[in-house]
């Protein structure tokens, strides 16, 4: 086996650098230029599933060099995260995380009070939807669309 056994033995220090850091960093820089925020979402989490991948090392250390097929089972796991066929981060983020945590429910102060309490009953996603729309056509438009909801619903 020679040379491609050396090869296979040392995989994911070959391919482990380029993989967990080199791309993620390229993209995390490309991702920060974008106007989009799909990709930030992908990158953010990657660095923070990296980061407790990281962590666990670092603590469970002695466990882990009893481990041969550890190295290989992070570079997959790695790749899963980062390769764009799979965007196993930013599945991770929407089907785990976003369903557990509650950030986000923070509503400017700039919003008269019951506008306030509106936005804060929606979903970031659509929280943001709607301060756009605040943004492009005023306050005043905004309550308009609140009290003709209001009325559509008084009348079902």
């Keep these: 086996m020679g040379f491609l056994g050396a090869i296979a033995r040392h995989l994911d220090t070959l391919l482990g ?3 967990m850091l080199l791309y993620p960093l390229y993209a995390s820089i490309l991702a920060i230029e974008s106007p989009s925020t799909l ?3 992908q990158w ?9 991948i990281t962590l666990f090392e670092l603590s469970c250390w002695r466990v882990l ?3 041969p097929f550890w190295p290989y089972m992070k570079l997959l796991f790695c790749m899963w995260l980062v390769l764009p066929i799979f ?3 930013a599945y991770i983020y929407m089907n785990f995380v976003r369903k557990y945590v509650k950030l986000g429910r923070y509503v400017s102060s700039n919003y008269p009070e019951g506008q ?11 929280r943001k939807s709607v301060e756009r729309y605040i ?4 306050p005043d438009a905004f309550e ?6 209001e009325r559509e619903a008084k009348k079902h």
């Design 135 to 138: 943004e492009k056509y005023g």
């Design 17 to 19: 650098p380029g993989v």
């Design 44 to 52: 953010l989490t990657y660095w923070v599933l990296y980061s407790f």
């Design 116 to 126: 306030r309490k509106v936005l804060q009953m929606m979903n970031l996603d659509t």
């Design 39 to 41: 990709d930030d979402q």
């Design 87 to 89: 965007n196993g981060a």
């Design 65 to 67: 060099q009893w481990l």
């Design 144 to 149: 308009r669309v609140i009290k003709a909801a």
